[in-house]
């Protein structure tokens, strides 16, 4: 009996931790998710890997230079769901998009929806900002009045 009674506190234990590291993993804490804003910029490096997809972007900052940003995507298995591959944002390639920008202030976020040189606007977010279709609906609106943040939206609509 003390052998399986062993086995079974062991086996909860491992249970226990094994959902903390799950639920961490996919908490968007990190990321401000009231904040919305959309930039431009180079497409440095696409990193179509697991768990989440990475792109890299360098943005121009006021004074001319320019500061590489990372903005992270969902996995390469919703994102092929979508139409999006390893291919999809090529270095060089310049890009309008929005994020949900990280809460320390650092430059990088989440992606919401990114809208590629030929127009078209793919969702390569998987929740940590909100990339689907009324959201670019709403941005492209936006955008057309001049407004960068939804903050900033919001402000003029009062």
Same mark, same amino acid.
């Given at each position: 009996?003390?052998?399986?009674?062993?086995?079974?506190?062991?086996?909860?234990?491992?249970?226990?931790?094994?959902?903390?590291?799950?639920?961490?993993?996919?908490?968007?804490?990190?990321?401000?998710?009231?904040?919305?804003?959309?930039?431009? #910029?180079?497409?440095?490096? &696409? @990193?179509?890997?697991?768990?989440? %997809?990475?792109?890299?972007?360098?943005? *121009?900052?006021? =004074? /001319?230079?320019?500061?590489?940003?990372?903005?992270?995507?969902?996995?390469?298995?919703?994102?092929?769901?979508?139409?999006?591959?390893?291919?999809?944002?090529?270095?060089?390639?310049?890009?309008?998009?929005?994020?949900?920008?990280?809460?320390?202030?650092?430059? #990088?976020?989440?992606?919401? &929806? @990114?809208?590629?040189?030929?127009? %078209?606007?793919?969702?390569?977010?998987? *929740?940590?900002? =909100? /990339?689907?279709?009324?959201?670019?609906?709403?941005?492209?609106?936006?955008?057309?009045?001049?407004?960068?943040?939804?903050?900033?939206?919001?402000?003029?609509?009062?």
């Amino acid at each position: 009996m003390t052998r399986l009674h062993t086995l079974a506190l062991a086996s909860l234990g491992a249970a226990l931790v094994t959902a903390g590291a799950a639920q961490a993993h996919h908490s968007f804490s990190q990321f401000d998710r009231t904040t919305e804003v959309v930039k431009t #910029g180079e497409i440095v490096r &696409w @990193a179509f890997n697991n768990p989440h %997809s990475w792109l890299y972007l360098d943005i *121009g900052n006021p =004074d /001319g230079t320019t500061t590489l940003w990372s903005f992270e995507g969902s996995s390469p298995t919703s994102l092929i769901a979508r139409g999006i591959t390893g291919s999809t944002f090529e270095p060089g390639a310049v890009i309008t998009f929005m994020y949900c920008p990280l809460a320390d202030g650092r430059p #990088g976020g989440h992606l919401g &929806w @990114a809208q590629l040189a030929d127009g %078209s606007y793919i969702n390569p977010s998987d *929740g940590g900002c =909100d /990339g689907d279709d009324a959201n670019v609906e709403r941005w492209k609106v936006w955008i057309e009045q001049g407004f960068r943040s939804n903050r900033e939206a919001a402000a003029a609509a009062q």
